[in-house]
């Protein structure tokens, strides 16, 4: 039995090691998932894991997360590509590179943002366009471009093709490319 978030969150503010514990216990799972889709390698996903656990323990308190799983996941996957960009800062990985070129004609370059302000009106924006896409291509997309999922897992959870699932992505895509152009994301 896994306790409530709350509850662990109750004991990170206490600072009970027990908290931490009760983390990998509830979340562990998914955060080596997260980490590994983008590392590929199951060693460096254990050690990010741990980072992620430490990292956690160092911002709760002050944070109090809501809800608690998002936000270790996020930990996990920023020090997952930060791992990511160190290991392969020479030569390409063909997993999470393929998901960075997919994104690559409807996301503006990072370069190109200038200030967090413009960075967080992208943000908005993908999340205006997230609400309104159903229910299962939002799954499909977060899972994809955020978790950095193989399109065969994908394929897999949803009892498809991955030639299907490919093409539900680039329709997905080509949509979210619209909106940025009209909002003036894009040229």
């Not at 608690?68 to 996020?74: D, E, F, G, N, Q």
């Not at 978790?147 to 009892?159: D, K, N």
């Not at 699932?165 to 152009?181: A, D, M």
Request: hydrophobic share 35%; net charge neutral.
């Amino acid at each position: 039995m896994h306790l409530e978030d709350y509850k662990i969150i109750d004991l990170f503010l206490e600072r009970s090691e027990q908290a931490i514990t009760e983390l990998d216990r509830k979340y562990g799972a998914a955060v080596k998932k997260t980490a590994a889709n983008i590392l590929r390698n199951r060693q460096d996903a254990e050690e990010i894991a741990d980072d992620t656990y430490l990292g956690v323990w160092n911002t709760i308190p002050p944070q109090k997360p809501d809800p608690l799983v998002s936000y270790v996941c996020r930990i996990a996957r920023n020090l997952a590509l930060n791992r990511y960009y160190a290991n392969h800062a020479a030569k390409r990985n063909g997993n999470y590179d393929l998901v960075l070129d997919e994104l690559e004609e409807c996301i503006p370059s990072g370069i190109n943002l200038e200030t967090e302000y413009e960075a967080k009106e992208l943000s908005e924006a993908i999340n205006r366009f997230l609400a309104t896409l159903p229910g299962e291509d939002r799954i499909l997309f977060v899972r994809r471009y955020w978790y950095a999922c193989p399109v065969s897992e994908l394929a897999a959870m949803t009892g498809s093709s991955p030639n299907r699932i490919s093409v539900r992505l680039f329709r997905i895509r080509g949509k979210l490319k619209k909106q940025l152009t009209r909002e003036g994301f894009l040229p």
